[in-house]
Structures are given as structure tokens and as C-alpha cells.
């Protein structure tokens, strides 16, 4: 069972707007930044969102991210089929044993 | 350009130990944290722990402390993760990541390795 909780899955019709949540608590996304990664079939996990909202060089701004207390959202519009992949989220966690990096379970995006 | 290699997929046998690397290139080795992330078949993403090459500092997530040693040498701008006794358990794909900030518990892996195919089996 992950500490953070995503939706397993996720579906959308090409050029809709789908949005991934990523719930937690105030010691990881309550307290630290989140981070989202794109995992398409058979590869690594690719960074696409950090500190929250920003992207890296290179992620269309098709992808956003978004948080509120201890809840975060990815918004993905003009959806592509493309975009068919795992979708994780991620924060530093200040648990009692240190501080440690927790994962969402991830959620599957379907582009139908 | 950042880039994280990693050694070649393994297939070992239950109780025989095992290294596997992951080498830096593109940025100073020595200046951002190494974590290492494990992804079992079929499943989702688990931090493993950490390591700073510039003076070796190591943490570990609590569900793998005393499971595996996560080590660098920072003259050849690697990093590894090893197992004394493997188990069947330990079969999944092994991905090293760079950590984006300057000090422990700052920033979320930003670069990925390409991963590491551990299989243990009889």
C-alpha cells in the first residue's frame, strides 16, 4: 500500500482534459514539494512536473501540476495518444525514521 | 547532458550476492544526491535509499535498511547497489535516479538511469 494515493487508473478521448490526483498527508505533500513522472511502456519514468507546478525544458505545457494542503493534481489537456503511459507522483516524506521519498501507486492513462 | 548508465540485466540464483553500477556523466558527481528506485513486475515505484559521492553520507528508506548497501566511488562518478544474499523477492527492475537538490531531503529525482533487470531464480 503506497503513503500517497492515486487513482489506479484513468482514461480520455484525444484533445479532452484529464486530470491525475495524488492525495497524502502534512508530512510528505502537506510540508514538501511534489514531483510527477511519466512512465511510457518499457522505459524509465521521466520527470514531467517538480516543485509542484514546474515543468523541465522539453515537457509541453499541455502538462500541469497543482497542489492544495495535502492534495496534488496533473492536469493533462489536448490529450494525445501519446500520452498513453503510468503516471506517478512523488514527495519527500518526514517520517519519524528520517525523511524518505513516497510514491503514489501510480495511475494508468488510457487515451480511447 | 546529464546522463545516469547503468550495468547490464542479471540473472542470478537464489543466495549468491550481486553489484550492480550506475555511472554519472554531464554534471559533478560529487555535488547532488544518487537514490536508488526499485519497480517489481507489474508493480509501482519504491525509494530505496540514498547516497551524497562527495562524502559517501548513506540513507536508507526503513522497508530496505539492512537489505541491500548502497555505495559510490566518486574517482569514477559511480554508484551501486548491492545485495549479500539474494532472494527471489528481489526480482525487479532497478533504476538509479539523481536527486535535484544540494542537501538530504531537498529535491525529487530529476534524472533517470535506463534501469538494471535483476532476476533471481532457481
Known amino acids: 500500500q503506497s503513503v500517497l494515493t492515486q487513482p489506479p487508473s484513468a482514461s480520455g478521448t484525444p484533445g479532452q482534459r484529464v486530470t491525475i490526483s495524488c492525495s497524502g498527508s502534512?508530512?510528505?505533500?502537506?510540508?514538501?514539494?511534489v514531483y510527477w513522472y511519466q512512465q511510457l511502456p518499457g522505459t524509465a519514468p521521466k520527470l514531467l512536473i517538480y516543485?509542484?507546478?514546474q515543468r523541465p525544458s522539453g515537457v509541453p505545457d499541455r502538462f500541469s501540476g497543482s497542489k492544495s494542503g495535502t492534495s496534488a493534481s496533473l492536469a493533462i489537456s489536448g490529450l494525445r495518444s501519446e500520452d498513453e503511459a503510468d503516471y506517478y507522483c512523488a514527495a519527500w516524506d518526514d517520517s519519524l525514521s528520517g525523511p524518505e521519498v513516497v510514491f503514489g501507486g501510480g495511475t494508468k492513462l488510457t487515451v480511447l | 547532458e546529464v546522463q545516469l548508465v547503468q550495468s547490464g540485466a542479471e540473472v542470478k540464483k537464489p543466495g549468491e550476492s550481486l553489484k550492480i553500477s550506475c555511472k554519472g556523466s554531464?554534471?559533478?558527481?560529487?555535488?547532488?544526491?544518487i537514490g536508488w528506485v526499485r519497480q517489481m513486475p507489474g508493480k509501482g515505484l519504491e525509494w530505496m535509499g540514498i547516497?551524497?559521492?562527495?562524502?559517501?553520507?548513506?540513507r536508507y528508506s526503513p522497508s530496505f535498511q539492512g537489505q541491500v548497501t548502497i555505495s559510490a566511488d566518486k574517482s569514477i562518478s559511480t554508484a551501486y547497489l548491492q545485495w549479500s544474499s539474494l532472494k527471489a523477492s528481489d526480482t525487479a527492475m532497478y533504476y538509479c535516479?539523481?536527486?535535484?537538490?544540494?542537501?538530504?531531503?531537498?529535491?525529487?529525482?530529476?534524472?533517470w538511469g535506463q534501469g538494471t533487470l535483476v532476476t533471481v531464480s532457481s
Open positions: 516543485r509542484n507546478n
Open positions: 547516497i551524497y559521492p562527495g562524502d559517501s553520507d548513506t
Open positions: 502534512s508530512s510528505n505533500i502537506g510540508s514538501n514539494y
Open positions: 535516479v539523481r536527486h535535484s537538490g544540494n542537501y538530504y531531503g531537498s529535491g525529487g529525482p530529476d534524472y
Open positions: 554531464g554534471y559533478s558527481f560529487t555535488s547532488y544526491w
